[in-house]
């Protein structure tokens, strides 16, 4: 049973969300001066991890872009630390069924393509810190569901889909929930329930809950 049969009693109300416009208005606001302050204030940091992964390997790039699919669907481009070898796309075709997750994911825990400094930048999810250009320039919000790759929506129904309804998010309910520990499923469902909860107090909440993640790290990698 997939799960647009087990959930017919869970779908969103898409007309009441895209008529609440109130919330989306502060929610921007919010995201663009957040992500301004923070390229401001984490800056060093940012510095810091640059320098780690050229002293690494001097020849690969410090930034990795990869297209993702954000509201309805909408490509983009979004970036990140470059954590893993330089031709870890290519890659992947020898490694998938290695892959731990269920569902239309792929992550494995001793993934060898990781470096040694993408190791520890993904354990503390500071190889995510670029995609607060992501926020500041709109493709993205601070608080929302995980932006999926294009061969992933391939494989999703339209109960999945859904997920799709709202601005993807650098963190939310499904990161601070146990992340790579749930399955796809369990991913979906939490991020519906984040879509059906959501406010400014609940993203502050999220957020303060990704912030001690990041200090006392869950099941990243």
């Not at 391939?154 to 799709?164: G, H, P, W």
């Amino acid at each position: 049973m997939n799960n647009t049969e087990n959930n017919e009693e869970e779908w969103l109300d898409k007309n009441k969300i895209r008529e609440r416009h109130v919330y989306y208005t502060f929610k921007r606001v919010f995201d663009f001066v957040a992500s301004l302050v923070g390229l401001v204030i984490l800056s060093p940091i940012f510095l810091i991890i640059a320098s780690c992964i050229k002293a690494e390997d001097w020849h690969g790039p410090i930034f990795y872009s990869q297209i993702r699919l954000g509201v309805n669907g909408r490509p983009f481009k979004m970036y990140k630390f470059r954590s893993m070898v330089v031709d870890a796309d290519k890659k992947i075709k020898k490694l998938l069924d290695q892959n731990e997750v269920d569902g239309a994911m792929f992550k494995i825990k001793d993934d060898p393509r990781i470096t040694k400094v993408g190791k520890f930048i993904r354990k503390y999810s500071l190889d995510e810190l670029p995609q607060l250009y992501n926020v500041l320039i709109g493709d993205m919000s601070l608080v929302g569901p995980r932006p999926p790759l294009t061969r992933e929506v391939v494989e999703y129904t339209d109960y999945d889909k859904q997920r799709l309804l709202v601005q993807p998010g650098c963190t939310g309910l499904w990161q601070v929930s146990g992340r790579n520990a749930l399955g796809f499923s369990e991913m979906v469902e939490l991020d519906l329930s984040y879509i059906k909860q959501s406010s400014i107090l609940f993203d502050i909440i999220i957020l303060f809950r990704t912030i001690k993640i990041m200090i006392l790290p869950n099941d990243a990698y």
